[in-house]
């Protein structure tokens, strides 16, 4: 069951995002996720899912704070970086600026949300975490980094009406 529910939920596109915080020492930590989304307007809220082994996962319960960042389609060496490489090198070679909270914001990608954690929740292997959005910020046009069925790609809207008309979708409903 377990290689068929992968299989099946990779076909569920799902952004490339890196979430970002810094330890004691403000060293930068980071980790790669796939289930990064908004909850609530009011007040702002936004979670993500991760592995309850994460270490980065330790260092932003710590901090009580990350940052959402969301790569773009030019970044996927940096996402394998960052999501197989070891903690220690996931920043090599990777310029940052600080957040608002002190949370790195990586250069290059599209946009980011700078948060303080609201709560943390025990779901299955993984834990939920909810941030209470501080500050955000849309950084780039660019296109936005995916991943789908098992590979990464990147967004492009006008590619829509062209796969629509190649695989015959534009009939549909006529």
Same mark, same amino acid.
């Given at each position: 069951?377990?290689?068929?529910?992968?299989?099946?939920?990779?076909?569920?596109? !799902?952004?490339?995002?890196?979430?970002?915080? =810094? +330890? &004691?020492?403000? %060293? #930068?930590?980071?980790?790669?996720?796939?289930?990064?989304?908004?909850?609530?307007?009011?007040?702002?809220?936004?979670?993500?899912?991760?592995?309850?082994?994460?270490?980065?996962?330790?260092?932003?319960?710590?901090?009580?704070?990350?940052?959402?960042?969301?790569?773009?389609?030019?970044?996927?060496?940096?996402?394998?970086?960052?999501? !197989?490489?070891?903690?220690?090198?996931?920043? =090599? +070679? &990777?310029?940052? %600026? #600080?957040?608002?909270?002190?949370?790195?914001?990586?250069?290059?990608?599209?946009?980011?949300?700078?948060?303080?954690?609201?709560?943390?929740?025990?779901?299955?292997?993984?834990?939920?975490?909810?941030?209470?959005?501080?500050?955000?910020?849309?950084?780039?046009?660019?296109?936005?980094?995916?991943?789908?069925?098992?590979?990464?790609?990147?967004?492009?809207?006008?590619?829509?009406?062209?796969?629509?008309?190649?695989?015959?979708?534009?009939?549909?409903?006529?």
């Amino acid at each position: 069951m377990s290689r068929q529910f992968r299989d099946v939920l990779g076909n569920f596109p !799902t952004s490339v995002v890196a979430i970002t915080a =810094t +330890d &004691t020492e403000d %060293q #930068p930590h980071g980790m790669i996720v796939g289930t990064f989304t908004s909850v609530s307007l009011d007040p702002p809220l936004v979670s993500f899912l991760a592995d309850r082994s994460s270490a980065t996962l330790r260092t932003i319960r710590a901090a009580n704070r990350f940052c959402a960042n969301a790569l773009a389609g030019n970044q996927e060496r940096l996402s394998r970086r960052m999501a !197989t490489g070891p903690a220690r090198e996931r920043f =090599t +070679d &990777t310029t940052w %600026q #600080p957040s608002p909270l002190g949370n790195p914001v990586l250069d290059g990608i599209v946009a980011w949300v700078d948060c303080a954690v609201e709560q943390v929740v025990e779901i299955g292997d993984h834990l939920l975490v909810v941030g209470r959005v501080h500050d955000l910020r849309a950084e780039s046009p660019g296109t936005p980094l995916l991943f789908f069925r098992g590979g990464y790609g990147d967004y492009l809207s006008s590619a829509g009406p062209l796969l629509d008309s190649l695989v015959g979708w534009h009939e549909i409903g006529r």
